[in-house]
């Protein structure tokens, strides 16, 4: 295992919200009651089954309830034992899935603010990323320009399958208020399932929607960068959370040959799909897709030409390794350092406002 | 894109010395009446009344439009007129004799494969299979034909397959990637039953219209995005062929995935075993890693090619693969062709460059061994 060095900063870590309760003290009134009287009792995406055993590493699991999900647990489980700088949670609660755009915003507003009252203010460790309700752009911008003045938001979080792929040009004002605040777009796995989980159709088995969100990452990244958004906005940045990154060589090589015979048709993308990547698109570590073997790892890295694209992360609670080894075998040093600290840095531009 | 050579010299490169197996030609109509000595005139009048729409809005034409007329070459309309493939002829001195093609695999599109009506698309595809005999393999020996499938309906795609079972010109059966429901679904069984029995192999051509959105996140808006996307379609196809365990219930069967990339593979080999170690509890039916399926049972055409900044990179991922995973294909006469002259952009062994060109081909097609 290689060793992660201390202080890392950890891009990806998924506090629970316990239950509907916990949000009842930051919904308005009107949204309380609606609660009450149409007994909404939770809204837990099928992404990650309460159960299932990638959903919660076994010794991270508590005797009852879901995982994660006060910040004592969390700083025991998932900052103390890595020696965590910094760690950028990533609230996955289901305010995404709610057809109603205003129940999607009114969700998104008392996720947020339960982020900051019971995980920010608690812990000087954490950073968050804005939970927006995607199902209506102007109330997500609302929403980034409400939390924006606090600096410990770092990242906007959008779900990587929504209504409609996210180059598109509605989203667009979302990624200038992005840029505009110095936030970045984090991207997470995970969907609305207001489209199948898979472009043929509704899978039979979890495993398949699991393995599927790689490819969904990569119609993503196809959508944004023939769209234009990084033409658009050159200086935003784009993580890729939770996706995989072993699938980026082949992706691009298809893509930059199709750009290559098919650029008439988006002639404002005025560079190879590659290197828009390796300027504004950067990739959570975890999960580690990767071939078994170190040296093929090391070729893969070899593949990806840039060692500034990946951000240390343990995807805490799901279980996607065990013990401490949240780094690959077969890593040096400097390789190490980039991944846990550097490249992080250099990915959100809040955290060198708010970390010395 | 294309390079125009001379049509009527047909030079024999370096690596057109060793045989070439094209695993993806597409043969044209020269019009609709093609169909026609094969076609009840119930579905000739219906096709002229009401179209044969898939799940897809217009009445005519692809959902997203092509980059070229037809998707062709520039170079490959025949002289004496008609879409290009459409003539015999052209297409042997254009391409078979030109580029050395010993067997070439014929996969027929827009032959009523995910036409809605289903009887129509049943109707459509079996006179497809008829006018593969008629115009192409019994007129040229090298071409061999794939059983064209109503693959929405499962049970009429068996009985096709088994008309073909005795028939060699026939060596695979022919399914479009996007599919209504994923690939491994129970309702296509019956297709891999027949298939295995027939000992043909099933190969999976980009495009199709299942319906659904080419991504898990909606309709994209260009025509790059859905090329681009039949690899993620391809992927989707495939994982679920493996954790459904349509490999177990078929040991014998197997997939050849076409025109959709293959350099994929890999990762999602990876990523399949990776995360199925965490989830085995939910697919017990699965007795090997999913990895090992798809190094066993399932092919890759390799056009269009992914091209790596570095040779080295392009071996190291079919190192990853192995060499016998890979059959060549050009894709005439569309836009992106392959060239067998250009393909191959390293140097690797006389072993390797025969499985590649045309050893592979030999042992997955049904009665190709030569």
Not at chain 1, 67 to 92: E, G, H, K, M, Y
Not at chain 2, 109 to 138: D, F, I
Request: charge should be negative.
């Amino acid at each position: 295992m290689t060793a992660l060095p201390e202080g890392a900063i950890d891009c990806d870590i998924h506090p629970s919200v316990p239950s509907v309760q916990a949000l009842m003290p930051y919904l308005e009134d009107h949204w309380r009651e609606q609660v009450v009287m149409r007994g909404i009792d939770e809204l837990n995406s099928i992404s990650y089954p309460l159960n299932s055993p990638l959903t919660c590493r076994a010794d991270w699991k508590p005797a009852s309830g879901r995982p994660a999900a006060d910040v004592a647990t969390v700083a025991r489980q998932a900052l103390d034992p890595f020696r965590t700088s910094v760690a950028i949670a990533n609230c996955l609660y289901g305010v995404q899935l709610l057809f109603s755009e205003d129940m999607g915003a009114a969700f998104a507003r008392a996720v947020n603010d339960w982020m900051v009252k019971e995980w920010l203010d608690k812990e000087p460790r954490l950073r968050a990323s804005i939970v927006v309700p995607t199902q209506n752009v102007e109330m997500a911008v609302d929403e980034i320009n409400r939390c924006a003045a606090d600096k410990r938001f770092v990242q906007v979080l959008l779900l990587v399958s929504g209504d409609t792929p996210l180059g598109r040009r509605h989203h667009w004002p979302i990624y200038a208020a992005c840029e505009k605040h110095g936030l970045a777009v984090g991207i997470h796995a995970g969907s609305s399932y207001h489209n199948p989980p898979t472009p043929v159709g509704w899978p039979s088995y979890y495993t398949e929607d699991y393995v599927g969100q790689a490819q969904a990452f990569q119609t993503q990244l196809t959508s944004m960068i023939c769209e234009g958004v990084f033409t658009k906005f050159p200086h935003l940045k784009v993580v890729l959370l939770e996706s995989g990154f072993t699938w980026l060589p082949a992706h691009l090589w298809r893509l930059t040959k199709y750009w290559r015979g098919l650029r008439m048709e988006i002639p404002w993308v005025d560079r190879a799909p590659g290197d828009i990547v390796r300027s504004n698109v950067r990739f959570s570590l975890q999960p580690v897709d990767g071939p078994p073997d170190q040296e093929s790892l090391l070729k893969l890295f070899d593949h990806m030409q840039s060692d500034e694209l990946l951000l240390f992360s343990t995807d805490y609670p799901h279980h996607q390794f065990d013990g401490n080894a949240a780094l690959p075998n077969g890593l040096s040093a400097e390789l190490a350092r980039k991944i846990a600290i550097d490249n992080p840095r250099a990915t959100y531009a809040r955290l060198m406002e708010t970390v010395g | 894109m294309n390079e125009i050579r001379s049509q009527a010299t047909p030079e024999v490169t370096a690596a057109s010395k060793v045989g070439i197996g094209d695993g993806d030609i597409h043969p044209a109509r020269k019009g609709p009446k093609d169909f026609h000595p094969w076609l009840a005139k119930r579905w000739q009048d219906h096709i002229n009344e009401y179209g044969s729409p898939g799940r897809q809005g217009w009445q005519v034409g692809p959902a997203y439009p092509k980059s070229q007329p037809n998707a062709s070459r520039r170079d490959a309309y025949p002289p004496e007129g008609g879409r290009p493939g459409s003539s015999l002829e052209f297409m042997q001195r254009q391409h078979l004799d030109a580029n050395n093609i010993e067997l070439g695999i014929l996969n027929p599109l827009g032959s009523g494969q995910g036409v809605q009506n289903p009887e129509l698309s049943a109707a459509l595809c079996h006179a497809t299979n008829e006018w593969q005999l008629a115009e192409w393999t019994s007129k040229d020996n090298r071409l061999r034909a794939s059983v064209v499938v109503p693959y929405e309906d499962p049970v009429a795609s068996a009985a096709e397959i088994r008309r073909y079972a005795g028939n060699p010109a026939f060596v695979q059966v022919l399914l479009l990637s996007r599919t209504a429901e994923p690939m491994g679904s129970r309702k296509y069984w019956p297709i891999y039953e027949a298939a295995e029995e027939a000992g043909m192999p099933v190969g999976v051509h980009a495009f199709g219209y299942g319906g659904n959105p080419i991504t898990p996140g909606g309709w994209p808006s260009y025509y790059i995005e859905e090329m681009t996307g039949h690899s993620q379609s391809q992927q989707a196809g495939l994982t679920s062929l493996v954790i459904e365990g349509v490999f177990e219930r078929f040991p014998a069967l197997k997939m050849v995935m076409i025109e959709a990339g293959f350099a994929w593979a890999p990762s999602l080999a990876w990523r399949l075993d990776k995360h199925w170690k965490t989830l085995r509890s939910e697919t017990p039916h699965l007795k090997r890693l999913p990895s090992e399926y798809l190094r066993e049972k399932v092919w890759w055409t390799t056009q269009p090619m992914e091209e790596t900044e570095s040779p080295t990179r392009l071996a190291e991922t079919i190192e990853w693969m192995g060499w016998d995973r890979l059959i060549f294909a050009t894709d005439y006469p569309h836009w992106d062709f392959d060239d067998p002259a250009h393909v191959l952009p390293m140097k690797i062994s006389e072993e390797q460059r025969r499985a590649f060109f045309m050893g592979n081909a030999r042992k997955v097609y049904r009665g190709c061994a030569g």
